[in-house]
């Protein structure tokens, strides 16, 4: 699972489209949550994976 930002969504779902050659589900994160996005640090706002 990928925690990731609005600018680094389309990443997310390229790299777990290419590891898993499946279509990966797309979830928002709960507001004001301790995740953050995996890419660059910022809050997460997605959740993408494949479990």
Same mark, same amino acid.
């Given at each position: 699972? $990928?925690?990731?930002? %609005? %600018? #680094?969504? %389309?990443?997310?779902? /390229? *790299?777990? @489209? /290419? *590891? #898993? *050659?499946?279509?990966?589900?797309? %979830?928002? @994160?709960? *507001?004001?949550? /301790?995740? $953050?996005? +995996?890419?660059? +640090?910022?809050?997460? @706002?997605? $959740?993408? +994976?494949?479990?």
């Amino acid at each position: 699972m $990928i925690y990731c930002c %609005e %600018e #680094h969504v %389309e990443l997310a779902l /390229d *790299e777990t @489209v /290419d *590891e #898993h *050659e499946l279509a990966p589900k797309l %979830e928002k @994160v709960v *507001e004001n949550s /301790d995740f $953050i996005c +995996g890419y660059c +640090g910022q809050q997460a @706002v997605y $959740i993408v +994976g494949n479990e």
